[in-house]
């Protein structure tokens, strides 16, 4: 994890000392064991790491995506 301003990475401890969130819900976010966290970490994350909000925590895709098919039942041979 960097931080663009310090150039310098972040370790759990410190993006948690930096950020005031716990060091455990730093290490779920990092691993993908948990993919949200509640507003107010959520802000302080990202204020530390100097990105914005959907840099981190970016909506799902739409399960409804748009496929192409054709269906061919009704076309003669």
């Known amino acids: 994890m960097e931080n663009p301003g310090r150039g310098v990475p972040y370790s759990i401890r410190t993006l948690a000392e930096a950020s005031g969130c716990s060091p455990a819900l ?11 966290a509640n507003v107010l970490d959520a802000h302080s994350l990202v204020e530390s790491l100097g990105v914005a909000v959907l840099v981190l925590f970016a909506p799902p895709v739409t399960p409804k995506s748009v496929t192409a098919t ?7 041979e």
């Open 26 to 36: 730093i290490q779920k976010l990092a691993n993908g064991k948990q993919s949200t």
């Open 70 to 76: 054709t269906d061919h039942s009704s076309e003669e």
